[in-house]
């Protein structure tokens, strides 16, 4: 790995772990609707003038149809109920469960007659995944909690789905356009829905809220597709993938330091239960899912 493939890799570990931290400070002042408004915003604003300004705009939006698509099980959709999950649970929990999307994938493809043969490792991997998970929800998660789980498995297909259609409708296509057209889209959805509703705060957000949400937008979201294409461009669409790993472990430490939420036993047996199976899932098969906060053509998110 090249100097910049390491840094690469570092910053978008560091930008796709900490989201989940971000959303859970910026909740405290603004509705889970208005986030996301102000989140793919201030993103795409940033991302829309790279984008004119290599003409790559004319070709994604002559494919409107499966971008906007994309833009509602990618962004639009699985932000929302991620803003409205982490009302209720902690962040490093929400960061955990999200980590099992590659197993979402992999149930995607089976659905979809696309999955290759598993193996031995494939279905172990599979098990212990699911293992991961169960524990997350039934030792981690209060019973009062279970909705707000049901919220973060909307996200979890979200971003499974995501990538699919990337692969098969839109991979020809420039990704920083693609990213940019959906998070336009999203914004433009979202201004007259939290309008209407009565979503934006009565008083002026705090400076703390305020700088959780730019850096939401502006390293979580436009500079961390920058810094995964970048990273894609060094290692391949396969190798970026590993960045998977790290994206979880990244949100449980930071919820511990900056929230104190407790680091459990089942937190760490659940992480490593889940991070395992996806690591035997994906491996054999070179499926390249990446979480969003969540990811182009990958695992984001994005939250």
Do not use: H
């Not at 990213?179 to 209407?196: D, N, Q």
């Not at 035997?280 to 998110?301: N, W």
């Amino acid at each position: 790995m090249t100097r910049r493939a390491a840094l690469l890799f570092i910053g978008l570990g560091i930008a796709w772990g900490i989201p989940y931290l971000l959303i859970k400070i910026a909740l405290t002042e603004l509705s889970p609707a208005t986030l996301v408004l102000v989140r793919t915003a201030l993103a795409a604003v940033l991302l829309l003038p790279l984008v004119l300004l290599r003409r790559e705009i004319a070709p994604v939006l002559a494919r409107w149809r499966p971008v906007l698509a994309f833009a509602a099980v990618e962004v639009a959709i699985p932000w929302l109920f991620l803003n409205r999950a982490e009302q209720v649970l902690p962040s490093s929990t929400t960061g955990l469960l999200i980590a099992s999307v590659p197993l979402a994938g992999l149930a995607i493809a089976f659905l979809t007659g696309r999955a290759e043969r598993l193996g031995v490792r494939g279905w172990l991997g599979l098990a212990l995944g699911i293992a991961g998970v169960a524990a997350l929800v039934g030792l981690d998660v209060g019973g009062s909690d279970l909705g707000a789980v049901l919220e973060v498995g909307v996200v979890v297909i979200g971003y499974a789905i995501g990538p699919v259609i990337l692969s098969r409708y839109l991979s020809d296509l420039p990704a920083r356009a693609v990213i940019a057209v959906a998070l336009s889209a999203t914004a433009l959805v979202y201004l007259p829905l939290t309008l209407l509703t009565g979503g934006l705060p009565s008083a002026w957000p705090s400076g703390q809220v305020l700088l959780a949400v730019v850096i939401l937008a502006v390293v979580c979201t436009a500079a961390a597709f920058l810094m995964l294409f970048g990273l894609v461009a060094e290692l391949g669409p396969v190798r970026a993938t590993t960045i998977t790993y790290v994206n979880p472990a990244v949100a449980m430490i930071a919820g511990a330091i900056v929230l104190q939420e407790p680091i459990t036993v089942v937190k760490v047996v659940g992480l490593v239960l889940v991070l395992a199976g996806c690591y035997l899932v994906t491996r054999p098969q070179r499926i390249v899912l990446v979480p969003p906060e969540s990811a182009v053509g990958s695992p984001g998110s994005t939250g």
